[in-house]
């Protein structure tokens, strides 16, 4: 860090604004809302200003710069057009130790005004250090559409009611989960949608069950014999899809409940990138499952979530991609059902979709292809996947998963089955990512191309006459960058 963040307390504090313009009627601006008390010194003073400031607190001194008017100030802002006067202002700032912020000039700054997002009391500064404002400014304007108005009142709330929580919840954990709950539950959902008072009875509601189940749970302790457990409470396992590797593609609900997790059972397709913005102090175990070669076997991912969750934990189950898209997370619901542990289920852009949008090739195109097919490369079983028969229609997209090391047999198959050799194909090499390669030819040439230049897996296969149009479609930025120059080569060919 350059700067370190710290909020002012300016509430009825005094403050010198030298100038009298636009710059300073910004600056005027924002620490009125501060509640400051104001001085504004120039000796013209715009009808802005004096409109803005009419309150009994503030003061418009129509004179020259005279260093007797930041004596006893809270902090110092300069900003006119004199560059002397503003350098005057800062020697004479320095010489009293008052902090002093010269607009638009850095090294004369002691604090720099950040990007405000304003959820009072919740607020959010954002600075580039006087580097780039105009992105500090982009930043806020992004922030602006992520959080909901009802976030100040939400916090307003907790205020009044933290005392009472505090009371009726004696420990840190259980008052963080208490929050947590109230915060991403019923109680926000009803202030964010402007039923102040119901989300206020919600969350006393809240407390009162929490309360009387901590009771229950002393009660249940203090009348235990030595084999007896004490009751738990039972925690939730969120099956959380987490694209295809690029984390700008995660779900705002995904996001959110990978904050939340105690711990994290995480696949090989998950991307370092989207593990890095799960909590930092969660536990994170690696199940993952690549062709032969599991980890930990399906029914040990399903027992490890149930095992967590009844300890109370909050589990999230981070998948690459899609969970209901080849990611067994339908088998893992019926484990979690059967086990009466509670769970979400969050979508995750699919590998498929990802690697249409990244690559330029639609699925669907009203020339070209009217359906679109995702198919396994392998079954349940381990058994190969040869239902070909079904996949010869020429206006049908066909996208299959973990076919490249079956490429050979599949497009052999595709082929005597009855699609035509000359079928388009594109194999698309770790989709989203920046070492994302695209390999396109037909069904009869791909094998030889990829021999000569084989992809890394993960990898996908899109077959179809949509793949023709890569080359026409493709944007090649720079969050995408073939590695492979020779493979980009033969897309031309």
Known sequence: MNTFPLFFKLDNQPVLIVGGGEVAQRKADLLSRAGACITILAPKISDEIQALLTDDRHALITEHYDKKYIEGKRIVIAGTDDEALNHQVHADCKALNIP????????????????????????????????APVLARLTRARLETLIPQGYGKLAKLAGDMRDEVKSKIPTLTGRRQFWEKAFEGKVSELMFAGRSVEAEQALKQQLEQTHQQLISNSDIDQNATHSAKPAKTT?????????????????????RLMQQADIVYYDALVSDAVLDLCRRDADKIFVGKKRSNHAVAQQGINQLMIDAAKSGKRVVRLKGGDPFMFGRGGEEIQALRAASIPYQVVPGITAAGAASCYTGIPLTHRDHSQSVRFVTGFLKSGEPNNGFE????????????????????????????????????????QASLPTQQVMTGTLQNIVAKHDANPLPTPALLIVGEVAKLHDELAWFGEHIVNTDQQAHALNMI
């Open 100 to 131: 002093v912020n010269v607009v638009d000039t850095p090294p004369l700054c002691d604090f720099i005004f950040p990007a405000i997002v304003d959820r009072n009391p919740i607020v959010i500064g954002i600075s580039s250090n006087g580097k």
């Open 235 to 255: 925690g939730e396992v969120y099956i959380v899809g987490a694209g295809p590797g690029d984390p700008e593609l995660l779900t705002f609900k995904a996001l």
């Open 390 to 429: 079904s996949l010869t229609n020429p206006h049908e997209t066909i996208v299959f998963y973990m076919g490249l090391h079956s490429l050979v047999r599949l497009t052999t198959g595709l082929i005597d089955a009855g699609r035509s050799p000359d079928t388009a194909i594109a194999i698309v090499s």
